[in-house]
């Protein structure tokens, strides 16, 4: 695992951006994962001011995750955020866009297609994952297997708790969602993780430093043998 402890956020979204750049320029890549997040906000602010002029349609891209009940059009879904921090400024294919439905009328069926998805097209080449401050990657709450699928889960309570923030009031948080498992996740060929902030150091502690543990989600990224963290000094500070 390559762990890049940056000394402020600006250079945490200029590293992470670049890193994304660079295996779209340098590789054969030809799908991303994608993540949400407040984190992932700026980074995706520096691709679109980066790849403005870059060709993307060969690209397939897949979204970590949904909260369940929210239509796409909804604001706060997640397709909704991606579409209007990242797609509609850049020239990804609308064909080659995908992401999980979470109205989907046959919810388990949606996650098994999107299984399906990802396999027959050979896999997500890099995987951009945030951490929660529970160790959560994707929405693979505590206590999520290493080898889980896409599937609808839970949230916990901070989840609930912390996500809260944007939507007018706590009662209108989905308490589910559908996820890419954590199987799914290692499957990806490369894993780019972004954490800033020290209420992410508890977190990031667990998952670089203390032996892998179904505790802490992200931790499972330690059996993965291509792992690079982008971490500014706050989250950093307890490694
Ligand atoms: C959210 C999302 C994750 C995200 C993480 C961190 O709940 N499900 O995909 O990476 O939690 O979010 P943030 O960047 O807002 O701290």
């Known amino acids: 695992m390559k762990v890049i402890v940056v000394k402020n956020l600006e250079d945490a979204y ?26 992932m906000v700026p980074v995706y602010k520096f691709l ?13 891209t897949f979204n970590l995750d949904e909260y ?11 397709a909704y955020y991606m579409y209007e921090h990242l797609f509609n400024q850049l020239s990804f294919d609308q064909s ?5 439905d979470g109205s989907a ?13 990802i396999s027959l097209g050979g896999g997500i080449d890099l995987q951009l994952l945030g951490v929660g401050r529970n160790g959560h990657i994707g929405f693979n709450e505590p206590g999520s297997k290493f080898d889980s699928v ?11 708790k912390t996500n809260s923030k944007f ?9 589910a969602a559908i996820t890419m498992g954590i199987g799914t996740i290692l499957r990806a060929k490369k894993l780019l993780v972004v954490a800033t902030g020290k209420e992410k150091a508890i977190a990031c502690k667990k998952m670089i430093n203390e032996v892998p543990t179904v505790l802490c ?4 990224i330690q059996t993965h043998s291509n792992v690079t963290v982008v971490l500014d000094q706050s989250a950093a500070s307890l490694l």
């Open 14 to 39: 200029f590293q992470s951006g670049n890193t994304i750049i660079n295996h779209l320029r340098n590789s054969q890549a030809n799908s991303i994962g994608f993540a949400t997040g407040a984190t």
């Open 48 to 60: 679109t001011e980066s790849l403005r002029k870059y060709n993307l349609s060969n690209i397939r």
């Open 68 to 78: 369940i009940g929210l239509s796409n059009q909804h604001p706060l879904s997640y």
């Open 96 to 100: 080659n866009i995908n992401l999980l």
């Open 105 to 117: 009328g046959n919810i388990e069926k949606e996650a098994q297609n999107y299984e399906m998805k």
């Open 150 to 160: 896409t599937r609808v889960v839970n949230l916990a309570n901070i989840t609930v």
């Open 167 to 175: 939507f007018h009031n706590s009662n209108e948080v989905p308490r």
């Open 217 to 220: 989600p992200a931790s499972a």
